[in-house]
């Protein structure tokens, strides 16, 4: 009898890099997938994608409404609320054998709990990390101690989750699950985007998405603003614009970014969501990647793009030589972006070593999850 494995995802880029282990899960003879989609997926306001999850051939088997148009903590708790009632069904209805959760947001901990009391064992993605300026942070360390099995992206988030009281033989190095594009996804031609999106990408572009910080003081508005006066400063780099996450304050971020975006025609696209394979084709003809995401540490070194990261959201990330920091005002952003375009920090990119893997781990996290013992109860794991 097949093992089911839920998979949950509740933003776009998170689905993004969780698309090539679906497929993989999809793909077993011992493995049957089971898809949960929730948060920003089913929301017009940042794209409705959970129709770009169907167009790449998932059967949804549950949908969860939970976030509310609000851009406060007291709302994004409330959200949480109510998705931890939808999950509670959710759950309840599947019974999956394993819950899959990558990551770090509040909608993740939400069914991470649901999980945990309903005793599915959880299998957790991306542990291990830090990200000082985010609540993400805790959460993510969080679903680590009410996670059974652990597959982390490089050696020291390892020891960082075994150094939690987790088992050394339930936390698996399999790298960042995301580069697993690098090998299997092929890009999508420039001419076909840009006559999608309507854009120039064959001239020089920034390719920007911040998000807001929600564990330090950093206003998001101010800290955007400068961003934007800073990219006032190269007229010659076209900018691509996406959408931030739903996290506090990111709403406020949005007014802003289109109003850019309509100030600079031609020169600036703002778009709600590019999807995976759009963001991963553009990424690599970028002249850099700028802002605060993830995917900027993680991913993007892989191309040889210079990615400017502005702020404290990403501080503690293990990051590649390409990575230049910054802080978030606009002479800290020029003098960054100015080093990232230099002829001699470009060519530098080009070898660069990507600290999160080559590109395998789904194949990896699937051949354990098919023959691996899962238990919803686990023993603290003492350092000796």
């Given at each position: 009898?097949?093992r089911?494995v839920?998979v949950f995802?509740?933003?776009?880029?998170e689905?993004?890099l969780l698309?090539?282990?679906?497929?993989?899960i999809?793909?077993?003879?011992?493995?049957?997938l089971?898809?949960i989609?929730?948060?920003m997926h089913?929301?017009?306001?940042f794209?409705a994608t959970?129709?770009q999850i169907?167009?790449d051939g998932?059967?949804?088997?549950?949908?969860?409404?939970?976030?509310?148009?609000?851009d406060?903590?007291?709302?994004?708790?409330?959200?949480?609320g109510?998705?931890?009632?939808?999950?509670?069904d959710?759950?309840?209805?599947?019974r999956p054998?394993?819950?899959?959760?990558?990551?770090?947001?509040?909608e993740?901990?939400?069914?991470?709990?649901?999980?945990?009391?309903m005793r599915?064992?959880?299998?957790h993605?991306h542990?291990?990390?830090?990200t000082?300026?985010a609540?993400?942070d805790?959460i993510r360390?969080?679903i680590?101690?009410?996670?059974y099995?652990?597959?982390?992206a490089a050696?020291?988030?390892?020891?960082?989750?075994?150094q939690?009281?987790?088992a050394?033989?339930r936390?698996?190095n399999?790298?960042a699950v995301g580069?697993d594009?690098?090998k299997r996804?092929?890009?999508?031609?420039?001419?076909?985007l840009?006559?999608?999106?309507?854009?120039?990408f064959t001239s020089?572009f920034?390719l920007?998405?911040y998000?807001?910080v929600?564990?330090?003081?950093e206003d998001p508005?101010?800290?955007f603003?400068?961003?934007?006066?800073a990219l006032?400063?190269?007229?010659d780099q076209g900018v691509?614009l996406?959408y931030p996450?739903?996290?506090?304050?990111g709403?406020?971020?949005?007014?802003?970014l289109e109003?850019y975006?309509?100030?600079n025609p031609?020169?600036v696209?703002a778009?709600?969501?590019?999807?995976?394979?759009?963001?991963l084709s553009v990424?690599?003809?970028?002249?850099a990647v700028v802002?605060?995401?993830?995917s900027g540490?993680?991913?993007?070194?892989?191309?040889?793009?210079?990615t400017?990261?502005?702020?404290?959201?990403?501080?503690g990330?293990?990051c590649?030589?390409s990575?230049?920091?910054?802080?978030?005002?606009?002479?800290?952003?020029?003098?960054?972006l100015?080093q990232?375009?230099?002829?001699?920090f470009?060519?530098?990119?080009?070898g660069?070593?990507n600290?999160?893997?080559?590109?395998?781990?789904?194949?990896?996290?699937v051949?354990?999850?098919?023959t691996?013992?899962?238990?919803?109860?686990?023993s603290f794991?003492?350092l000796g």
């Amino acid at each position: 009898m097949k093992r089911s494995v839920a998979v949950f995802t509740g933003t776009r880029a998170e689905y993004g890099l969780l698309y090539w282990l679906m497929k993989e899960i999809q793909s077993s003879e011992l493995l049957d997938l089971q898809v949960i989609v929730s948060c920003m997926h089913l929301s017009p306001e940042f794209g409705a994608t959970w129709r770009q999850i169907e167009e790449d051939g998932f059967a949804i088997d549950a949908k969860v409404e939970m976030l509310l148009s609000s851009d406060t903590d007291v709302g994004t708790v409330k959200s949480m609320g109510l998705g931890l009632l939808g999950y509670a069904d959710a759950l309840d209805r599947l019974r999956p054998d394993m819950l899959v959760v990558l990551g770090d947001r509040f909608e993740a901990l939400s069914i991470a709990q649901a999980a945990l009391i309903m005793r599915i064992p959880i299998v957790h993605l991306h542990g291990g990390e830090i990200t000082e300026g985010a609540y993400d942070d805790a959460i993510r360390h969080a679903i680590s101690k009410m996670a059974y099995l652990h597959f982390v992206a490089a050696q020291p988030y390892r020891k960082r989750v075994i150094q939690m009281g987790e088992a050394p033989e339930r936390v698996l190095n399999v790298g960042a699950v995301g580069l697993d594009h690098l090998k299997r996804t092929p890009p999508i031609p420039l001419a076909r985007l840009g006559e999608e999106l309507k854009f120039d990408f064959t001239s020089p572009f920034l390719l920007v998405t911040y998000h807001p910080v929600t564990a330090q003081d950093e206003d998001p508005v101010e800290s955007f603003s400068a961003l934007l006066q800073a990219l006032d400063e190269f007229p010659d780099q076209g900018v691509v614009l996406t959408y931030p996450n739903a996290d506090s304050g990111g709403r406020a971020i949005i007014p802003l970014l289109e109003d850019y975006a309509a100030r600079n025609p031609g020169r600036v696209l703002a778009i709600p969501s590019l999807g995976f394979r759009r963001y991963l084709s553009v990424v690599g003809h970028a002249s850099a990647v700028v802002g605060n995401s993830s995917s900027g540490l993680i991913e993007v070194p892989s191309f040889g793009v210079p990615t400017v990261n502005i702020g404290s959201r990403q501080a503690g990330r293990l990051c590649a030589d390409s990575v230049i920091h910054c802080l978030a005002d606009k002479t800290s952003i020029v003098s960054a972006l100015e080093q990232a375009l230099s002829d001699t920090f470009t060519a530098r990119c080009k070898g660069v070593t990507n600290p999160y893997g080559q590109g395998d781990a789904a194949k990896q996290i699937v051949q354990f999850l098919e023959t691996c013992d899962v238990l919803s109860h686990k023993s603290f794991h003492d350092l000796g």
